[in-house]
């Protein structure tokens, strides 16, 4: 009886689970599913019939094409700063103990703990109260960098945990000079765990809305091309660039997969071959 | 001669001491420069204690030899992000409550006094108490269903994934690699009025009971209260369900088998040791849900109607449409301190120490 019943319960938050992710992907199907429709008048929201035509003219919406680029390179500037300044923060944390770390810990975390909203309209508050920099691309980078800092230093300073400090003072023995030990030793290691919190970065600016609407002047991201187009028009392009940055990030992760699940394969293997030689 | 040297060795011994006070004071003058605590020929003076404190801190490493070096190393390393954050967080923040006390020259003018003018805090609550209730309420209802959606499926990521365990935990974060508007958008044409999902509620006899539960209005789903918690619970369920799966992934299975082995039931074992060990995820995921969904106003704009709007719709509508900076920031100022009021409050109570 009482093994009956734990088995339904089994199956039932299986089932639940497996409900679980239809309703994260219901929006996903559809997103993708209407980029092949034919829209009948300016919004893409009712099925018609079935085309190619949106994916063989994927950059057909000039103004969309274009706010695309600006995301990109906008994301591309600020990644590139916050990783190097949030690896920095990281490095600092775990590689020293010092005086003040407790309270950058708790510092770190407050730009995630303040909601979107007052972090864009603070800052667009400083902005407003300033005439060097106009509102524009400058004042969206800022802003960007701003919070992805914070994510960047947490994200390496989690993956670089574990690591092992004393190979530099080995580097070091062996008469490396600290430059050359940060560059054959230090940096390949951590290298991953940047590359990792640089990712996420990139996808944190190109898909920001709230914080870029308050400080973007008259610069046009791709989020805030599609809320201001959205109310006149919603064209198929859209569904079409989002499916290609969709199937583009889920390319890379499955890379990441495939590469990390090889890399453990190589080293059971070594372990095994290890093994087997300790036994001989 | 002595002397010197004598007082260059105490100085290097204590350069972390230097170092810290440094980045402070260097932070300090930035705030100050950024929030326009000084003006005038002052502006030159800050400049100029900043220029001093980098170059002198600079020098010390350079003259101070290798223990200060190492001393003075992790502030250099902190140095660049913590001043990035000082000008454009800590100053922002600051400039955000000046402005919320100031009053606009004149009904068009671009120009703002400060003039610890309260009445626009008295407006924020008076106009807008109904969409701070709203935001606190929503994102609250919001909050509890990711977790009951978000626990479930964690679990049976975490215990019964077997090697599926990455792929299907890609499968839960691929949805949000497509952009939030656009997940946002697709989410108010699958709930239209005469979209499918409707015309199959009511087709099955469902209409009724879903309208009874207050989550169908004349025959609507799109435009009511329960969209919009909908959509805010879609696009912030990886934000509780990910701090879940990782506290969850950590519990030693033994644990468990061990319970097992002691005679405890399965609901047993896992009120008694699973569920505790994954507090902390839990802990982590509501912060991480309820902040952004409070301030949320993409989700009542696509998927609610005008008796529905959040403090976030209010906030970005009298600061960008209105240009009423002084009520804009009062409420942002008042979101930001209730927030991080219950922020304390809870850490109070549900406390942990791995949440940073």
């Known amino acids: 009886m009482m093994r009956k019943r734990t088995k339904y319960g089994r199956y039932a938050l299986n089932v639940f689970a497996g409900l679980g992710l239809v309703y994260l992907f219901a929006p996903i199907f559809f997103i993708v599913a209407f980029s092949f429709n034919k829209p009948n008048g300016n919004f893409n929201i009712a099925w018609q019939s079935f085309t190619f035509d949106n994916w063989l003219h994927p950059f057909a919406e000039e103004s969309l094409t274009r706010a695309l680029w600006k995301s990109l390179e906008i994301a591309a500037v600020s990644t590139f700063v916050s990783t190097i300044l949030g690896s920095l923060i990281a490095v600092a944390l775990s590689r020293y103990k010092f005086r003040g770390s407790g309270g950058i810990n708790l510092f770190l975390v407050l730009p995630l703990t303040t909601p979107e909203i007052v972090l864009g309209s603070s800052l667009a508050t400083l902005f407003l109260g300033q005439n060097f920099i106009d509102f524009g691309m400058t004042t969206i980078i800022i802003a960007h960098i701003m919070f992805q800092v914070s994510f960047v230093a947490l994200t390496v300073r989690a993956r670089i945990r574990g690591f092992d400090w004393t190979l530099e003072q080995a580097a070091q023995d062996l008469g490396a000079t600290p430059f050359r030990t940060f560059m054959k030793v230090t940096f390949p290691l951590i290298l991953p765990g940047i590359l990792a919190a640089g990712l996420l970065a990139f996808a944190l600016s190109i898909d920001d809305f709230i914080i870029t609407f308050f400080n973007s002047g008259p610069v046009q991201t791709f989020p805030l091309q599609i809320y201001g187009a959205s109310r006149v028009r919603i064209p198929p392009q859209i569904n079409v660039l989002a499916s290609m940055i969709l199937f583009l990030s889920v390319a890379i992760l499955m890379t990441g997969t495939i590469a990390g699940m090889r890399k453990s394969a190589e080293k059971q293997a070594t372990a095994k071959k290890f093994k087997l030689l300790q036994r001989k | ?336 301190v209730s927030i991080a009021t219950l922020v304390l409050l809870y850490t109070r109570i549900f406390g942990t120490e791995d949440l940073a």
């Open chain 2, 1 to 336: 001669m002595t002397e010197t040297v004598v007082r260059q060795n105490r100085i290097a011994r204590n350069a972390d001491r230097v170092g810290m006070a440094a980045m402070i004071v260097a932070s300090i003058c930035l705030v100050a420069l950024g929030a326009h605590w000084v003006s005038g020929p002052m502006v030159s003076v800050v400049v100029l204690v900043l220029l001093l404190v980098l170059g002198g801190v600079l020098g010390l490493a350079i003259t101070g030899g290798p223990e200060a070096r190492r001393l003075l190393a992790p502030y250099g390393l902190l140095k660049p992000g913590m001043l990035w954050l000082a000008l454009f967080f800590l100053a922002p923040v600051w400039s955000l409550l000046r402005i919320s006390l100031s009053t606009k020259e004149s009904r068009f003018s671009v120009k703002y006094n400060f003039n610890w003018a309260f009445q626009n805090y008295a407006t924020a609550f008076k106009d807008f108490g109904k969409q701070f209730e709203h935001a606190f309420v929503y994102a609250a209802i919001a909050t509890v269903l990711t977790i009951l959606i978000g626990y479930p499926l964690a679990y049976v990521i975490a215990f019964r994934g077997g090697k599926y365990k990455n792929i299907l935990l890609g499968l839960v974060v691929i949805p949000f690699f497509t952009s939030y508007l656009i997940r946002t958008i697709a989410w108010s044409t699958i709930l239209a009025d005469r979209g499918f999902v409707v015309r199959a509620l009511n087709a099955v006899g469902l209409g009724n009971v879903f309208e009874w539960l207050h989550i169908m209005d004349n025959g609507k789903l799109l435009n009511t209260p329960a969209a919009v918690i909908g959509g805010l619970t879609y696009n912030f369920l990886p934000f509780m369900l990910l701090p879940i799966y990782v506290s969850l992934e950590k519990i030693d299975v033994n644990l468990v088998n061990a319970a097992g082995d002691l005679y405890s039931s399965a609901t047993r074992a896992f009120r008694k040791v699973v569920f505790p060990l994954s507090i902390p995820g839990v802990f982590a995921g509501t912060l991480l849900t309820f902040i952004p969904a409070a301030g949320d106003f993409v989700n009542a704009q696509f998927l609610g109607n005008p008796n529905t709007t959040m403090i976030g719709n209010s906030i970005q509508d009298q600061f960008l449409k209105q240009n009423n900076y002084p009520v804009a920031s009062a409420m942002a100022a008042v979101l930001m």
